[in-house]
């Protein structure tokens, strides 16, 4: 287990274990030394309140918290652009598999961290070299993001 940095600096994940990607956000969070609230959405979803908040705070609309594979976007219409807000937000609620993920809360702002690495703009500084469970390398044994990366 990560030492929990100097100062405080709470960090929440709205994480799903069975994706690679939110797997590889909550990696990267710890290795900046972090262990965050992990929100299980799929068990535990945001509220529509929240998921508004969410998407205002990280600058996005609320089509982008959709997530379209392995969901019931298509069968539910939702790529319907006479849809709104409302409507999307009723059918996250409803189906919770649809919220694209990760979704990162940090003391530095809100993001959708697809591709895994956007979450590095959210964090302090890691602690180390870091890859991806794929083996691609993101950070040298510095912690500094790798050209590319």
Excluded: W
């Excluded at 609309?61 to 999307?88: M, Q, S, V, W």
């Excluded at 890691?126 to 993001?145: H, I, T, Y």
Aim: aromatic share 4%; proline share 11%.
């Amino acid at each position: 287990m990560p030492e929990p940095s100097a100062q405080p600096f709470d960090v929440v994940i709205y994480h799903n274990p069975d994706c690679g990607t939110s797997r590889n956000t909550l990696a990267m969070i710890r290795n900046a030394g972090l262990e965050p609230h992990v929100v299980a959405y799929l068990t535990s979803p945001p509220s529509r309140r929240m998921l508004h908040h969410l998407a205002q705070r990280a600058g996005l609309p609320i089509r982008a918290l959709l997530r379209e594979k392995g969901t019931p976007y298509a069968e539910l219409g939702l790529a319907d652009p006479a849809l709104g807000d409302d409507a999307l937000l009723d059918a996250i609620a409803a189906h919770p598999i649809l919220l694209n993920r990760p979704l990162v809360v940090s003391p530095k702002g809100v993001r959708l961290c697809r591709p895994s690495e956007a979450v590095l703009d959210l964090l302090p500084p890691q602690r180390g070299a870091f890859a991806k469970e794929d083996g691609a390398p993101v950070l040298d044994a510095q912690g500094q993001r790798l050209t590319g990366a």
